[in-house]
Protein backbone atom coordinates (compact mmCIF):
# COMPACT_ATOMS: atom_id res chain seq x y z
CA UNK A 1 0.00 0.00 0.00
CA UNK A 2 2.76 2.19 1.20
CA UNK A 3 4.60 1.76 -2.49
CA UNK A 4 2.06 2.25 -4.30
CA UNK A 5 1.49 5.67 -2.52
CA UNK A 6 4.53 6.39 -3.15
CA UNK A 7 4.48 5.99 -6.83
CA UNK A 8 1.97 8.12 -7.19
CA UNK A 9 3.28 10.67 -4.76
CA UNK A 10 6.98 10.37 -5.36
CA UNK A 11 7.53 13.60 -3.80
CA UNK A 12 6.25 12.43 0.01
CA UNK A 13 8.04 9.55 2.10
CA UNK A 14 6.20 7.13 3.85
CA UNK A 15 7.70 5.96 7.18
CA UNK A 16 5.83 2.87 8.47
CA UNK A 17 6.57 1.57 12.06
CA UNK A 18 5.46 -1.34 13.48
CA UNK A 19 4.54 -2.16 17.37
CA UNK A 20 3.33 -4.48 19.41
CA UNK A 21 -0.31 -4.58 19.25
CA UNK A 22 -1.02 -3.85 22.82
CA UNK A 23 1.65 -1.86 23.70
CA UNK A 24 0.51 0.25 20.75
CA UNK A 25 -2.71 0.40 22.60
CA UNK A 26 -1.15 2.54 25.45
CA UNK A 27 1.55 4.12 23.24
CA UNK A 28 -0.98 6.22 20.95
CA UNK A 29 -2.59 8.23 24.07
CA UNK A 30 0.63 9.14 24.73
CA UNK A 31 1.69 10.54 21.12
CA UNK A 32 -1.67 12.04 20.98
CA UNK A 33 -0.92 14.25 23.55
CA UNK A 34 2.85 15.64 22.86
CA UNK A 35 3.76 14.70 19.28
CA UNK A 36 2.30 12.11 17.43
CA UNK A 37 2.78 10.55 13.52
CA UNK A 38 1.14 11.59 10.79
CA UNK A 39 -1.32 8.66 10.23
CA UNK A 40 -2.44 6.44 13.33
CA UNK A 41 -4.63 3.34 13.47
CA UNK A 42 -7.27 3.03 15.91
CA UNK A 43 -10.45 2.15 15.67
CA UNK A 44 -13.95 3.15 15.11
CA UNK A 45 -17.08 4.50 17.64
CA UNK A 46 -16.53 4.31 20.78
CA UNK A 47 -13.38 4.02 20.88
CA UNK A 48 -12.49 6.91 17.66
CA UNK A 49 -14.95 9.02 20.02
CA UNK A 50 -12.70 8.70 23.28
CA UNK A 51 -9.95 10.97 20.97
CA UNK A 52 -12.69 13.23 19.25
CA UNK A 53 -13.76 14.05 22.43
CA UNK A 54 -10.13 15.41 23.53
CA UNK A 55 -9.36 17.22 20.41
CA UNK A 56 -6.80 14.75 19.66
CA UNK A 57 -7.71 13.83 16.21
CA UNK A 58 -8.25 15.98 12.92
CA UNK A 59 -11.70 16.77 11.42
CA UNK A 60 -11.61 15.06 7.76
CA UNK A 61 -14.85 16.08 7.22
CA UNK A 62 -13.90 17.84 3.75
CA UNK A 63 -12.29 14.77 2.11
CA UNK A 64 -15.28 12.39 2.77
CA UNK A 65 -17.93 15.05 1.05
CA UNK A 66 -14.49 15.91 -2.09
CA UNK A 67 -14.10 11.92 -2.36
CA UNK A 68 -17.13 10.72 -2.87
CA UNK A 69 -16.87 8.68 0.37
CA UNK A 70 -20.40 9.65 2.00
CA UNK A 71 -21.76 7.34 -0.59
CA UNK A 72 -19.12 4.75 -0.74
CA UNK A 73 -19.11 4.22 2.80
CA UNK A 74 -22.64 4.79 3.44
CA UNK A 75 -22.80 2.17 5.95
CA UNK A 76 -19.44 2.65 7.80
CA UNK A 77 -20.06 6.58 8.21
CA UNK A 78 -22.62 6.62 11.70
CA UNK A 79 -19.33 4.82 13.26
CA UNK A 80 -16.87 7.02 11.54
CA UNK A 81 -19.25 10.13 12.71
CA UNK A 82 -19.17 12.39 16.00
CA UNK A 83 -21.60 15.29 15.95
CA UNK A 84 -22.08 15.27 12.36
CA UNK A 85 -18.31 15.41 11.27
CA UNK A 86 -16.06 12.57 10.49
CA UNK A 87 -12.82 12.02 11.98
CA UNK A 88 -11.17 9.01 9.60
CA UNK A 89 -11.14 6.87 7.13
CA UNK A 90 -12.05 2.81 7.73
CA UNK A 91 -10.53 0.01 6.13
CA UNK A 92 -11.76 -3.30 7.75
CA UNK A 93 -14.16 -4.84 9.76
CA UNK A 94 -15.40 -8.26 10.83
CA UNK A 95 -18.06 -10.06 13.21
CA UNK A 96 -17.57 -11.44 16.41
CA UNK A 97 -19.53 -14.38 17.50
CA UNK A 98 -18.65 -17.94 19.41
CA UNK A 99 -16.17 -20.44 17.15
CA UNK A 100 -16.30 -23.73 18.05
CA UNK A 101 -15.58 -27.66 17.76
CA UNK A 102 -17.73 -29.37 15.78
CA UNK A 103 -16.35 -32.92 16.63
CA UNK A 104 -16.90 -32.00 20.11
CA UNK A 105 -20.12 -31.09 19.83
CA UNK A 106 -20.88 -34.19 17.41
CA UNK A 107 -19.54 -36.34 19.88
CA UNK A 108 -21.42 -35.29 22.78
CA UNK A 109 -24.73 -34.98 20.74
CA UNK A 110 -24.95 -31.10 21.10
CA UNK A 111 -26.84 -29.14 19.06
CA UNK A 112 -26.03 -25.40 18.23
CA UNK A 113 -26.79 -23.24 20.83
CA UNK A 114 -30.25 -20.85 19.71
CA UNK A 115 -30.68 -19.52 23.07
CA UNK A 116 -28.94 -18.93 25.95
CA UNK A 117 -30.68 -21.69 27.85
CA UNK A 118 -29.26 -23.60 24.94
CA UNK A 119 -25.64 -22.58 25.77
CA UNK A 120 -25.91 -23.09 29.40
CA UNK A 121 -26.71 -26.56 28.63
CA UNK A 122 -24.37 -27.03 26.11
CA UNK A 123 -21.72 -25.71 28.49
CA UNK A 124 -23.12 -28.16 31.25
CA UNK A 125 -22.57 -31.45 29.31
CA UNK A 126 -19.13 -30.26 28.07
CA UNK A 127 -17.99 -29.46 31.31
CA UNK A 128 -19.87 -32.81 32.65
CA UNK A 129 -17.40 -34.79 29.88
CA UNK A 130 -14.32 -33.18 31.60
CA UNK A 131 -14.04 -30.17 28.10
CA UNK A 132 -13.59 -26.82 28.86
CA UNK A 133 -16.81 -25.00 27.39
CA UNK A 134 -15.10 -21.51 26.94
CA UNK A 135 -11.58 -20.89 26.55
CA UNK A 136 -10.78 -17.46 27.12
CA UNK A 137 -7.56 -14.73 27.68
CA UNK A 138 -8.10 -11.90 29.51
CA UNK A 139 -4.33 -11.08 30.32
CA UNK A 140 -5.78 -8.25 28.25
CA UNK A 141 -9.46 -6.81 29.20
CA UNK A 142 -10.91 -6.44 25.70
CA UNK A 143 -11.40 -9.99 25.61
CA UNK A 144 -13.81 -9.89 28.38
CA UNK A 145 -15.91 -6.73 27.48
CA UNK A 146 -16.76 -8.88 24.19
CA UNK A 147 -18.85 -10.73 27.13
CA UNK A 148 -20.38 -7.91 28.66
CA UNK A 149 -20.96 -6.60 24.85
CA UNK A 150 -23.13 -9.13 23.72
CA UNK A 151 -24.71 -10.12 26.93
CA UNK A 152 -26.06 -6.43 27.60
CA UNK A 153 -26.94 -6.19 23.52
CA UNK A 154 -29.04 -9.04 24.28
CA UNK A 155 -30.94 -8.06 27.74
CA UNK A 156 -30.95 -4.77 27.09
CA UNK A 157 -30.57 -4.05 23.43
CA UNK A 158 -28.33 -2.39 21.43
CA UNK A 159 -29.36 1.90 22.05
CA UNK A 160 -29.34 0.92 25.68
CA UNK A 161 -26.04 -0.72 25.08
CA UNK A 162 -24.28 2.26 23.51
CA UNK A 163 -26.00 4.63 26.51
CA UNK A 164 -23.95 2.69 28.93
CA UNK A 165 -20.56 3.16 26.66
CA UNK A 166 -20.76 6.39 26.11
CA UNK A 167 -21.64 7.10 30.19
CA UNK A 168 -24.79 8.11 30.33
CA UNK A 169 -25.71 5.01 32.16
CA UNK A 170 -24.02 4.11 35.41
CA UNK A 171 -22.99 0.22 36.30
CA UNK A 172 -25.07 0.44 39.40
CA UNK A 173 -28.29 0.83 36.91
CA UNK A 174 -30.35 -2.48 37.68
CA UNK A 175 -30.51 -3.01 33.75
CA UNK A 176 -26.91 -3.51 33.98
CA UNK A 177 -26.88 -5.56 37.16
CA UNK A 178 -29.43 -8.02 35.43
CA UNK A 179 -26.45 -8.39 32.85
CA UNK A 180 -23.84 -9.80 35.10
CA UNK A 181 -26.18 -11.83 37.13
CA UNK A 182 -26.99 -13.50 33.65
CA UNK A 183 -23.15 -13.72 33.14
CA UNK A 184 -23.03 -15.72 36.88
CA UNK A 185 -24.96 -18.59 34.65
CA UNK A 186 -21.37 -19.29 32.85
CA UNK A 187 -19.26 -18.64 36.05
CA UNK A 188 -20.14 -20.19 39.29
CA UNK A 189 -20.32 -23.60 37.12
CA UNK A 190 -16.98 -22.72 35.80
CA UNK A 191 -17.46 -22.74 32.70
CA UNK A 192 -14.40 -20.65 31.27
CA UNK A 193 -10.85 -21.91 31.34
CA UNK A 194 -9.19 -22.02 34.47
CA UNK A 195 -6.35 -19.03 35.35
CA UNK A 196 -7.88 -17.36 32.14
CA UNK A 197 -6.03 -14.13 33.43
CA UNK A 198 -2.48 -15.32 32.90
CA UNK A 199 -3.23 -15.75 29.15
CA UNK A 200 -3.92 -13.17 26.29
CA UNK A 201 -6.28 -13.83 23.73
CA UNK A 202 -3.67 -15.28 21.56
CA UNK A 203 -1.82 -17.62 24.34
CA UNK A 204 -5.69 -19.15 25.26
CA UNK A 205 -6.03 -20.70 21.07
CA UNK A 206 -4.22 -23.90 21.90
CA UNK A 207 -6.82 -25.25 24.26
CA UNK A 208 -9.34 -24.88 21.30
CA UNK A 209 -7.53 -26.30 19.00
CA UNK A 210 -6.01 -29.70 20.86
CA UNK A 211 -9.66 -30.15 22.13
CA UNK A 212 -9.02 -29.45 25.54
CA UNK A 213 -11.78 -26.40 25.10
CA UNK A 214 -14.75 -26.44 22.89
CA UNK A 215 -15.75 -22.43 22.04
CA UNK A 216 -14.17 -19.31 22.06
CA UNK A 217 -16.31 -15.98 21.52
CA UNK A 218 -13.73 -13.99 19.54
CA UNK A 219 -13.31 -11.80 16.31
CA UNK A 220 -12.87 -13.27 12.96
CA UNK A 221 -9.34 -12.73 13.24
CA UNK A 222 -9.24 -16.03 14.91
CA UNK A 223 -10.04 -17.70 11.83
CA UNK A 224 -6.87 -16.47 10.20
CA UNK A 225 -4.54 -18.83 13.01
CA UNK A 226 -6.51 -22.31 11.95
CA UNK A 227 -4.06 -24.95 10.84
CA UNK A 228 -4.88 -27.40 8.29
CA UNK A 229 -5.64 -29.57 10.92
CA UNK A 230 -7.70 -27.65 12.90
CA UNK A 231 -10.06 -26.16 9.95
CA UNK A 232 -12.53 -28.80 9.59
CA UNK A 233 -13.14 -29.15 12.69
CA UNK A 234 -13.97 -25.32 13.25
CA UNK A 235 -17.74 -24.31 13.30
CA UNK A 236 -19.33 -20.91 13.93
CA UNK A 237 -22.90 -19.74 15.40
CA UNK A 238 -24.42 -16.28 16.24
CA UNK A 239 -24.39 -15.49 20.02
CA UNK A 240 -27.83 -16.80 21.58
CA UNK A 241 -30.84 -15.10 22.05
CA UNK A 242 -31.22 -14.14 25.61
CA UNK A 243 -34.85 -12.29 25.50
CA UNK A 244 -36.79 -12.80 22.41
CA UNK A 245 -38.24 -9.53 22.60
CA UNK A 246 -34.83 -7.52 21.77
CA UNK A 247 -33.50 -7.36 18.43
CA UNK A 248 -30.10 -9.04 17.13
CA UNK A 249 -27.38 -6.62 17.50
CA UNK A 250 -23.64 -7.54 16.99
CA UNK A 251 -20.24 -6.96 17.47
CA UNK A 252 -18.19 -5.86 14.11
CA UNK A 253 -15.55 -3.27 15.18
CA UNK A 254 -13.81 -1.41 12.16
CA UNK A 255 -10.33 -0.62 12.09
CA UNK A 256 -9.04 2.97 10.56
CA UNK A 257 -6.84 5.61 10.21
CA UNK A 258 -6.80 8.65 11.63
CA UNK A 259 -4.83 12.17 11.48
CA UNK A 260 -4.03 13.76 15.09
CA UNK A 261 -5.03 17.30 16.06
CA UNK A 262 -0.94 17.94 15.75
CA UNK A 263 0.37 15.60 12.92
CA UNK A 264 3.42 18.26 11.24
CA UNK A 265 2.38 17.05 8.16
CA UNK A 266 -1.15 17.01 7.45
CA UNK A 267 -1.42 18.04 3.88
CA UNK A 268 0.27 14.56 3.49
CA UNK A 269 -1.44 12.90 5.71
CA UNK A 270 -4.83 13.57 4.18
CA UNK A 271 -3.29 12.87 0.91
CA UNK A 272 -2.42 9.26 1.97
CA UNK A 273 -5.89 8.62 3.91
CA UNK A 274 -7.92 10.12 0.76
CA UNK A 275 -5.79 7.24 -1.30
CA UNK A 276 -6.50 4.16 1.30
CA UNK A 277 -10.17 5.50 0.78
CA UNK A 278 -10.12 4.18 -2.70
CA UNK A 279 -11.77 1.30 -3.45
CA UNK A 280 -8.47 -0.88 -5.25
CA UNK A 281 -6.55 -0.25 -1.98
CA UNK A 282 -9.23 -1.24 0.33
CA UNK A 283 -9.90 -4.48 -1.71
CA UNK A 284 -6.01 -4.83 -1.60
CA UNK A 285 -5.86 -4.42 1.94
CA UNK A 286 -8.57 -6.78 3.06
CA UNK A 287 -7.54 -9.74 0.21
CA UNK A 288 -3.99 -9.36 2.46
CA UNK A 289 -5.96 -9.25 5.83
CA UNK A 290 -7.52 -12.64 4.46
CA UNK A 291 -4.64 -14.78 3.95
Known amino acids: MIEKFEQANPDIKVKYNLYDHEAYKTTIRNWLVTSPPDVV?????NRMKTFVDRGLFEDVSDMWQDNGMTTDFASAMPAMTVKGK???VPYTYYQWGIYYRKDLFEKYGIAVPKTWEDLVAASKTLKDNGVTPFTIGTKYLW??????????MRVNGLDFHI???????????????AVFEKWNDLVEP?????????????EAQPFLYNGEAAMYLMGNFLAANFTDEVRPNMGFFQFPVIDANVPMAEDAPMDTLHIPSKAKNK?????F???VAQPEIQTMINDALLQ
Open 41 to 45: FWYAG
Open 86 to 88: QYG
Open 190 to 202: GYYLDNHASYSWQ
Open 163 to 177: DLMDGKVPYTDPRVK
Open 143 to 152: TAAGWLDYRN
Open 267 to 271: EDARK
Open 273 to 275: LAF
